[in-house]
């Protein structure tokens, strides 16, 4: 069996352009909203932001009134960093848990 540091370290490594395309092309819906004729694409990609993000911007909201609020431009895209790794590394763990069960339930089959 693989070391689980191998798909940790793929998800580092996977996690890093993805968040920073998404930081990038996908506006943030916050406080500005979108027009009624908002494709539902837009919608949908601003909804997966907000969600990834959420632990830098409830660490945002706590600080709001302290000089920690400035932290907030390093805690959003940090957050959305490791929520993302997170979210592949827990993918590449669950594929390959399938793949084996598929694999001893075939064996046992022949």
């Not at 490594?13 to 930081?23: C, Q, S, T």
């Amino acid at each position: 069996m693989k070391s689980p540091l191998t798909p940790l370290k793929t998800a580092l490594l996977v996690a890093l352009p993805i968040e920073i395309l998404n930081f990038t092309l996908v506006h943030v819906p916050l406080d500005v909203g979108y027009s009624a004729g908002t494709s539902w694409y837009i919608e949908l990609m601003a909804s997966q932001w907000a969600y990834v993000h959420f632990p830098g911007l409830l660490f945002v909201a706590w600080t709001a009134n302290t000089w920690l609020v400035l932290l907030g431009f390093v805690a959003i895209p940090v957050s959305g960093y490791i929520d993302t790794a997170l979210l592949i590394f827990g993918s590449i763990l669950g594929f390959r848990w399938l793949r084996r069960l598929a694999q001893k339930h075939s064996t046992r089959r022949n």
